[in-house]
């Protein structure tokens, strides 16, 4: 069953495009790491949001990927730069549970 995880990403002031850009440049690995099922992107331009609704096999599976980030240095660009408020205030995680075939 499927682990869904909900990423709510707030773009820094005039910064809405380059957090897109930075997107395009990611996600491919992202959708390509080990235990990614699915990765969708929703923007809404007015609200200066990307919303990542991702599903992956197990939620160990989305913490090794996150690890895996950290560790590469790639959620640094977004400290006081992309997001508003950097990492720590600038993106929302929700891990919602597993599928479940009710």
Same mark, same amino acid.
């Given at each position: 069953?499927?682990?869904?995880?909900?990423?709510?990403?707030?773009?820094?002031?005039?910064?809405?495009?380059? +957090?897109?850009?930075?997107?395009?440049?990611?996600?491919? @690995?992202?959708?390509?790491?080990?235990?990614?099922?699915?990765?969708?992107?929703?923007? @809404?331009?007015?609200?200066?949001?990307?919303?990542?609704?991702?599903?992956?096999?197990?939620?160990?599976?989305? @913490?090794?990927?996150?690890?895996?980030?950290?560790?590469?240095?790639? +959620?640094? @660009?977004?400290?006081?730069?992309?997001?508003?408020?950097?990492?720590?205030?600038?993106?929302?995680?929700?891990?919602?549970?597993?599928?479940?075939? +009710?």
């Amino acid at each position: 069953m499927a682990a869904l995880v909900v990423k709510n990403f707030k773009a820094a002031d005039g910064k809405f495009e380059a +957090l897109g850009n930075f997107f395009k440049d990611v996600l491919g @690995d992202t959708r390509e790491f080990e235990g990614c099922l699915k990765v969708d992107v929703y923007a @809404d331009e007015s609200a200066s949001t990307y919303t990542l609704i991702e599903e992956w096999e197990t939620f160990s599976a989305h @913490d090794k990927y996150v690890s895996w980030r950290t560790d590469r240095g790639d +959620l640094s @660009d977004w400290d006081g730069d992309l997001l508003e408020g950097g990492f720590e205030d600038g993106i929302q995680t929700y891990e919602w549970g597993t599928k479940t075939d +009710l």
